[in-house]
C-alpha cells in the first residue's frame, strides 16, 4: 500500500491535513466496526444520516468497499507510519467488504497482524485481566454518539488514549471483576438454579451490600489502573525532562500545589518562602505529604493534571522514586491587610517538584495482582457475610 492508495481509502486528499485523516478515520470506523451498529441505528433517522453521506462519497455502492482492516492500515501509513505492503489488495482491487461478525474481535483473531495497526501500544503480561480500548463514535458534524471497544488485551495506556477513556475501560473492568465474585458468592448460598431476588434476607441486606461493594470499587480501580501504566516510559511525554551524568539519567518536572491544612482552629501552615525546600512525611490515602526542614507538616501535594495522580502515587508508595520539593511562589487571598484582626487566609503555594527513578524501577509495573485478588477475596467473605443468617 502507498501513499495514493491510503488516500483513496479513506476517501481524502492528498494535501490533507492530520486532522482531516483523523476525522475522516473515525467517521469511517463508526460505519464498519461491527461495534458501531447500534449507533448507525440511532443516526439512521437523523436528518442527515451517516447512510446518506457516504452514498453520497460513493454513488456507485449501497456499502463502504473497503473493510476496517483497510481502513485501519491506511490510516497507520498517512498518520506516520513507513509504507509498506500488508500482504492484501488496495485501490480498484481491493478485496470485497467482509461478512459482518456478531464477535466485535473476530476481525483481529482472523487478521493478528492488523493488531498492532489497531493499537501499537506495549502489553504488560502480568495484568490481573484484559481491559478494553474504547474509541469515541461521532457524526459527521463531530457530536459524540458513544464509544465501542476497538480491540481488549492487557495493553498499557499510552498518551494517545484520551484519559477518560482509559479510566472507563478500567471501571468496566472493575465491574466485570465484582459482578463474577458476586455471583460466585451467590451460587455458594443458593446453588446454581436458586434466585437469590426471591430471598427476603437478601433483599433486606442490599442496602448494606451496596456500600461494601462501592469501597470494593473505589480500591480495584485505583490497583488495577496501576498495571496498565509504565510510569516510567510515559512521564517523559507528558512533563518536562532533563538528562544529566551523559544522559544516562532523566529528571523530571512536575508543576504542583501544595494544599494546606489546618488541624484545629487557629492553627496554620507554617510560614514558606519561594525557594525553600520540602520534605516527603508520608503517603496516606493515596496523597504525599510534606513537611517542612523543622520536621513540621504544612500539607499534601496536588497537580493541575489529573493524570499525575495515577502516574506519580504510586510510585510514591512503591519508593521507586527519588524526589527534591520545593517551594514556588506563595499567594494569599482574604488577607486583611492594616486591620490588626487576625483572620484565617487561604494560601495558595505553587511547588516544584522534581524526580527520578531508582535504578531497579526498570521495566514492567510493579505485580500487584496478588494484592488485586486479596481485594476480591475479602470482599467476597464480607458479600457472604452481608446474608442473613450466614
Known sequence: MNRMDACRIL???GDCSTEEVKKRYRQLLHLVHPDAEAFRRRSMNAADSIQNQIRELNKDSEVYPYDILEITAAYTLLMGGAENDTGQESGAEASPH????????DWIRRNPEYARAVWNAEENPNAFCEREILQLIEDFDG???????????????????????????????VELLIQHTEEEAEQQIYGAAGNPRMDDGY?????????????????????????????????DQLVHTQRIKDGRETIYYIPAMLETST??????????????????????????????????????????????????????????????????KQKREGEEAGTGRKRAVQKHVRISL???????????????????????????????GSFSGS
Open 11 to 13: 476517501g481524502v486528499s
Open 98 to 105: 467482509h461478512a459482518r461478525s456478531t464477535d466485535p474481535d
Open 143 to 173: 457530536n459524540v454518539l458513544g464509544d465501542f471497544t476497538l480491540i481488549r488485551g492487557k495493553y498499557l495506556w499510552q498518551p494517545e488514549e484520551e484519559f477518560p477513556l482509559f479510566m472507563k475501560s478500567i471501571a468496566r473492568a
Open 203 to 235: 433483599c433486606s441486606s442490599e442496602e448494606q451490600r451496596s456500600l461494601l461493594k462501592k469501597t470494593c470499587r473505589e480500591k480495584l480501580t485505583y490497583l488495577l489502573a496501576q498495571q496498565f501504566i509504565d510510569a516510567v516510559h510515559t512521564l
Open 263 to 328: 488541624s484545629g482552629p487557629g492553627k496554620f501552615c507554617p510560614e514558606l518562602l519561594p525557594g525553600e525546600t520540602l520534605l516527603p512525611d508520608r503517603v496516606e490515602q493515596h496523597r504525599l505529604f510534606v513537611k517542612n526542614q523543622n520536621g513540621q507538616q504544612v500539607g499534601y501535594l496536588s497537580y493541575p493534571d489529573d493524570r499525575m495522580y495515577y502516574l506519580l502515587i504510586p510510585l510514591f508508595e512503591q519508593k521507586r522514586v527519588q524526589v527534591k520539593i520545593r517551594v514556588y
Open 354 to 384: 522534581w524526580l527520578k527513578f531508582k535504578e531497579s524501577s526498570a521495566g514492567m509495573p510493579e505485580d500487584i495482582s496478588a494484592q488485586i485478588q486479596e481485594g476480591l477475596t475479602a470482599y467476597r467473605n464480607q458479600f457472604l
